[in-house]
Nanobody, 127 residues
Framework: VKLVESGGGLVQPGGSLRLSCAAS????????MSWFRQAPGKEREGVAA???????RYADSVKGRFTISQDNAKNTLYLQMDSLKPEDTAMYYC??????????????????????WGQGTQVTVSS
């Protein structure tokens, strides 16, 4: 299993970025997928997740600003981030786990449920 994130960078407050996560080595469409982030000195936080049936979950801090999606034909997960704020600055990670892991949809945002992680991509929001 391999997860490779891309698309991070430096953006001004109010700007947008789209992160991508290229997945390989597993049946993408039967997995729960998510984006987590971790800022220095803080715990890893679930940002957005998508179940194999398309159900999505978002952290309250990003609702209405971030959108998670996936392209099963390309085995790629996306995170569209709009109206970015300085507090969104963090390393962003893609994660995956078999959908059978998630007995409840809210578990999709729990880091402990995931067994596959990417290496991360840095997002910095600053003027």
């Amino acid at each position: 299993v391999k997860l490779v994130e891309s698309g991070g960078g430096l953006v001004q407050p109010g700007g947008s970025l789209r992160l991508s996560c290229a997945a390989s080595g597993f049946t993408f469409s039967s997995y729960g997928m998510s984006w987590f982030r971790q800022a220095p000195g803080k715990e890893r936080e679930g940002v957005a997740a998508i179940a194999s049936d398309g159900t999505t979950r978002y952290a309250d801090s990003v609702k209405g600003r971030f959108t998670i999606s996936q392209d099963n034909a390309k085995n790629t997960l996306y995170l569209q981030m709009d109206s970015l704020k300085p507090e969104d600055t963090a390393m962003y990670y893609c994660a995956a786990a078999p959908m059978k892991t998630f007995l409840l949809y809210r578990w999709l945002l729990q880091a402990s449920k995931y067994n596959y992680w990417g290496q991360g991509t840095q997002v910095t929001v600053s003027s």
